[in-house]
Antibody, heavy 120, light 108 residues
């Protein structure tokens, strides 16, 4: 069965960095677009970043552009999010999500999420 | 950017009730809309994609309709496991995939 397992969250000071990972299993990872989506405590969902199946096409939300970097290693079935210059408003649960086959911008499987807290 | 609104923001309903949630886009998005269900402490779950296509494994009491700017999610007969928050998401304004603010369905 499809599984996405995020890791790497934690407490970090403003201006600090963190790298999130998402381990995928149960499907051919290299065939699918992937995204990171976040949810601030008690708030709604915000799409953060997208990467194509090969990694050649990448997009970011304006709120993270220039600070976050998405990447993937298809040999390791893994997705990553490097987060630099973190701000308090980046505090959220970060989910990795798989884009649907044939429509990569609907998200058919999600991980359980990893909490990132930015606070001094 | 396309803005998404949902109404109502919350609804109280009983088991067996028919529940309708509306999502409106600030500009036309054709049928590029999905609906997700989220329970507390859990990841969202895809229910409907392309406005009206039922995701595999989702009960048929869930249905979606609409195109352009106005969309509806209907639960034909509310079940205990359906108490959750529901989000719409537009995928027309690529690559900015905006979500609605959510509608909480709770027990009357």
């Amino acid at each position: 069965q499809v599984q996405l397992v995020e890791s790497g969250g934690g407490l970090v000071k403003p201006g600090g960095s963190l790298r999130l990972s998402c381990a995928a299993s149960g499907f051919t990872f290299s065939d699918y677009y992937m995204s990171w989506i976040r949810q601030a405590p008690g708030k709604g969902l915000e799409w953060v970043s997208y990467i194509s199946s090969s990694g050649s096409t990448i997009y970011y939300a304006d709120s993270v552009k220039g600070r976050f970097t998405i990447s993937r290693d298809n040999a390791k079935n893994s997705l990553y999010l490097q987060m630099n210059s973190l701000r308090a408003e980046d505090t959220a649960v970060y989910y990795c999500a798989r884009g649907m086959d044939g429509s990569g911008w609907f998200f058919d499987y999600w991980g359980q999420g990893t909490l990132v807290t930015v606070s001094s | 950017d396309i803005q998404m609104t949902q109404s109502p923001s919350s609804v109280s309903a009983s088991v067996g009730d028919r529940v309708t949630i509306t999502c409106r886009a600030s500009q036309g998005i054709s049928s590029w809309l999905a609906w997700y269900q989220q329970k507390p402490g859990k990841a969202p779950k895809l229910l409907i994609y392309a406005a009206s296509s039922l995701q595999s494994g989702v009960p048929s009491r869930f249905s979606g309709s609409g195109s352009g700017t106005d969309f509806t999610l209907t639960i034909s007969s509310l079940q205990p496991e359906d108490f959750a928050t529901y989000y719409c998401q537009q995928a027309n304004s690529f690559p900015s995939f905006t979500f609605g603010p959510g509608t909480k369905v709770d027990i009357k």
